[in-house]
């Protein structure tokens, strides 16, 4: 039974569903696992489960940003060989950053957005590497790993871009149509 302040707390949400963003997860999860990563750029990929929690982190409160990117991360390293929770850790910091630089800016801004992925894809990066170093993989790759990670920044915000016009485009078509 809920109490009155936790029914209060469940009806002012207004972001995404769980249902929703699992399916969202499922996807991105597949798509990476299984196409995108043949999608290179000097060695940087799109990560289409970080787009999803910084989508999700965006629209949803800190504490459910947290949880998504608990999850996303936890996800990945399952599917990931020796990374020991390193994709777990940065993907929660990394919802938490997400969502806390979104409080302040509209949603649905493209260059804002596209700021957001941008920073959260490098520093994304730098957790995943800080803690793989903290488990002992050795640190001489660093320059290798940080152009990846620019590289990868810039795949994830032509995505992000073109992913917000089509949902413009779609919209305003549902609009135009009703």
């Not at 207004?14 to 196409?35: D, H, I």
């Not at 996303?72 to 777990?88: I, N, R, S, V, Y």
């Not at 994830?156 to 549902?174: H, K, P, S």
């Amino acid at each position: 039974m809920l109490s009155s302040r936790s029914k209060v707390a469940a009806a002012r949400y207004e972001g995404p569903s769980w249902e929703r963003a699992a399916l969202y997860l499922a996807a991105a999860l597949v798509a990476q696992v299984t196409f995108l990563h043949f999608i290179t750029l000097r060695g940087g990929t799109i990560s289409a489960v970080l787009i999803t929690v910084i989508w999700f982190a965006i629209l949803a409160d800190a504490r459910r940003a947290a949880i998504y990117g608990l999850a996303a991360g936890f996800c990945e390293d399952m599917l990931a060989a020796g990374t020991g929770g390193a994709w777990t850790i940065s993907t929660t910091i990394t919802a938490l950053l997400a969502g806390a630089l979104s409080r302040a800016f509209f949603a649905d801004s493209i260059p804002i957005v596209t700021g957001i992925v941008v920073v959260s894809t490098l520093v994304r990066d730098l957790i995943f590497w800080i803690v793989m170093k903290a488990q002992g993989f050795p640190a001489g790759l660093g320059t290798l790993h940080f152009h990846q990670a620019l590289w990868q920044a810039l795949l994830n915000a032509i995505a992000v871009v073109l992913l917000m016009l089509v949902y413009r485009y779609r919209e305003r078509r549902r609009g135009d149509a009703a």
